[in-house]
């Protein structure tokens, strides 16, 4: 059996912080020593060249579990291991790319020199840093911005600028902290696609991440963390209630008496600019309406049944943060 490319035990990281109270309306300063369990006994096991995705709500102790394993802070509790070996290997380091969730880069170099940079820092000769460098600003659209300071970089060109520094050591696992924050619609699905690409390469995909559409296309397992404890880890399609929870039946060029009798047929209805959409959780009667509207000159424009989304989920078993 095939040792896990990531692996957690336990793993648990409780911070201890001073508090600080009030007393009859004043501001008192009281050192309590408060423990704070950021990370409860983890137990996880990732599988070499899979995307494998950290989801839960802000606090929910991902970016923690993501510190740990890159050696940035200790945990309190437990082992891990990646590719097999200790935390800190150097051997594994080699093999690491890392994205945090809020870089910072040197804002005076350009995007040219923030690279070669980094290049210098993995070992990377000269020769190897003026064939990759290219190479990877093409792949995350940086091209026309080598030469500009990152000081001059969107947060989003901030963001793709360090998924190239992530990968300039062709990683075969590759950890990223929430790498779709603050990016737009076209930024967030050139990420997916640049992670599907790295799986089709072969590397290991670990992400964290609190937009739940994008984790459920690309994922092939995620665990879920509700106030630093595992409540879920699998597949979607394992997680995920299996039971159709609504039919949703699209449809144009209906007469208006028609569109007010399936109205009422319907739990929720919804008018759009060219097509109404009615809603509803019982598959005879959502049958029926389709029905109806097959033999009416109106036009049938889908039917679809809808199981549980993964944000469905979190509503459903997640309850919010306090942060």
Do not use: W
Not at 95 to 120: C, M, T
Not at 221 to 233: C, D, E, H, Y
Not at 268 to 290: C, D, G, P, S
């Amino acid at each position: 059996m095939p040792i896990p490319i990531v692996q957690t035990r336990n793993l648990t990281k409780i911070y201890v912080r001073d508090v600080i109270g009030t007393e009859f309306g004043r501001l008192k300063i009281r050192l309590k020593n408060r423990k704070v369990a950021a990370l409860k006994s983890l137990d996880l096991d990732v599988n070499e060249g899979e995307i494998f995705g950290l989801l839960g709500p802000n606090g929910a102790g991902k970016t923690t579990a993501i510190k740990v394993l890159m050696g940035l802070i200790f945990a309190t509790e437990g082992t891990a291991t990646l590719m097999g070996k200790p935390l800190g290997d150097k051997s594994v380091k080699a093999s690491i790319g890392f994205l945090p969730e809020n870089p910072y880069f040197y804002d005076y170099l350009k995007g040219y020199e923030f690279l070669n940079y980094y290049g210098q820092l993995y070992g990377m000769s000269a020769a190897a840093r003026r064939k990759k460098i290219p190479e990877l600003l093409e792949l995350v659209g940086l091209s026309h911005a080598e030469d500009l300071p990152l000081k001059g970089y969107s947060k989003g060109m901030l963001q793709r600028a360090g998924l190239a520094q992530a990968l300039l050591n062709d990683p075969k696992i590759v950890f990223l902290d929430e790498p779709q924050s603050g990016l737009d619609p076209f930024g967030r699905k050139e990420i997916r696609d640049l992670i599907l690409s790295l799986k089709e390469k072969g590397a290991t995909v670990f992400f964290s991440s609190h937009i739940l559409a994008d984790a459920e296309v690309i994922c092939d397992r995620v665990a879920i963390l509700s106030k630093g404890r595992l409540m879920n880890v699998g597949a979607m399609d394992e997680i995920l209630s299996a039971r159709i929870k609504a039919y949703e039946i699209e449809a144009m060029n209906l007469s208006e008496d028609m569109v007010s009798e399936l109205e009422k047929m319907s739990e929720r209805f919804i008018r759009r600019t060219k097509t109404v959409l009615f809603v509803v959780e019982k598959e005879e009667i959502a049958l029926a309406i389709v029905k109806k509207i097959i033999a009416s000159p109106g036009h049938l424009v889908s039917y679809t049944p809808r199981r549980e989304t993964l944000e469905e989920f979190f509503i459903r078993n997640i309850e919010p943060q306090n942060v």
